[in-house]
């Protein structure tokens, strides 16, 4: 795997490193060898996907608060993601700073969103299905979300959604919420 970092303190783009031959490749997609070597979390709790029928679906920004906040590695399996990773640890040095990057079936990236950041994404094909590994179980009292377009962040997506539930679509802003 190559892991390359971002400009968001811990945040971590992933390629995998392809073994090719005449059926095709092989390639590792996790080792907790690796990660611990590069100080990210090898811990895996749980995983889930998440399929979207619709291009322009959009889910986020979520993260899970402390004491169980949790690290995620994002994967898409199936079609196409801008995927957005905005760091809300008020002790970074990348504070309210937001990445986005494709994550698709055709290139097989990877990114790597420590605890105390928000993750969100919007599906760039119909059909597209994400996997997600995390650290943590899901609590549902410790689950926070931010507005898609807050301001406070100045998120520059895509395109505008056109799938969007009304938990995202009603959360407070940042500021409004007391975090600073």
């Known amino acids: 795997m190559i892991f390359q970092g971002t400009k968001l303190h811990g945040v971590f783009e992933i390629r995998l490193q392809e073994q090719r031959d005449e059926r095709g490749f092989f390639a590792r997609s996790f080792c907790q060898k690796e990660f611990q070597q590069h100080g990210i979390s090898p811990v895996t709790a749980q995983c ?3 399929f979207n029928e619709k291009k322009g679906t959009l889910r986020g920004l979520h993260y899970q608060d402390a004491p169980h906040a949790e690290t995620k590695l994002v994967r898409c399996t199936q079609g196409a993601i801008y995927d957005v990773v905005v760091d809300l640890r008020p002790a970074s040095p ?3 700073q937001w990445i986005g990057v494709e ?3 055709a290139n ?6 420590p605890g105390g950041c928000g993750h969100g994404l919007i599906t760039l094909e119909d059909k597209t299905e994400v996997f997600y590994q ?3 179980f899901y609590y549902p009292e410790l689950s926070r979300s931010v507005r898609w377009n807050d301001p406070a962040f100045k998120i520059e997506w895509p395109a505008s959604p056109l799938v969007i539930c009304d938990r995202d679509r009603t959360c407070p802003d940042f500021l409004v919420r007391g975090e600073t």
Not at 108 to 113: D, L, N, P, Q
């Open 103 to 105: 994550l698709s079936a």
């Open 108 to 113: 097989r990236y990877m990114i790597y969103v």
């Open 48 to 50: 889930s996907i998440a």
């Open 134 to 136: 995390m650290s943590e």
């Open 94 to 96: 990348t504070f309210k």
